[in-house]
């Protein structure tokens, strides 16, 4: 199941996390799906401007910026 990053088109902060995310896809083996809060309301109504945001199924690895020792043990349980 792949991670689940919320986004927003024009948001720096989702750039630059999805760039350092697209970094450590191949070493680290996780997909990615990219999400953009802005298509869907009911996407937008929970998420808002809380973006970037990345789940692994329903638990939140990080938000804003990201948290590799997060990331690192989630994707070790996972």
């Not at 789940?55 to 690895?61: A, P, S, V």
Request: net charge negative; glycine share 8%.
């Amino acid at each position: 199941m792949p991670l689940i990053l919320y986004s927003r088109d024009g948001c720096h902060l989702c750039e630059d996390f999805e760039q350092e995310l697209r970094r450590l896809q191949d070493d680290w083996g996780f997909e990615i799906e990219v999400r953009d809060v802005d298509t869907d309301p009911a996407w937008a109504r929970a998420f808002g401007d809380k973006v970037p945001l990345l789940l692994g199924q329903d638990t939140e690895i990080s938000r804003y910026f990201l948290d590799l020792a997060g990331l690192r043990r989630y994707l070790g349980r996972a």
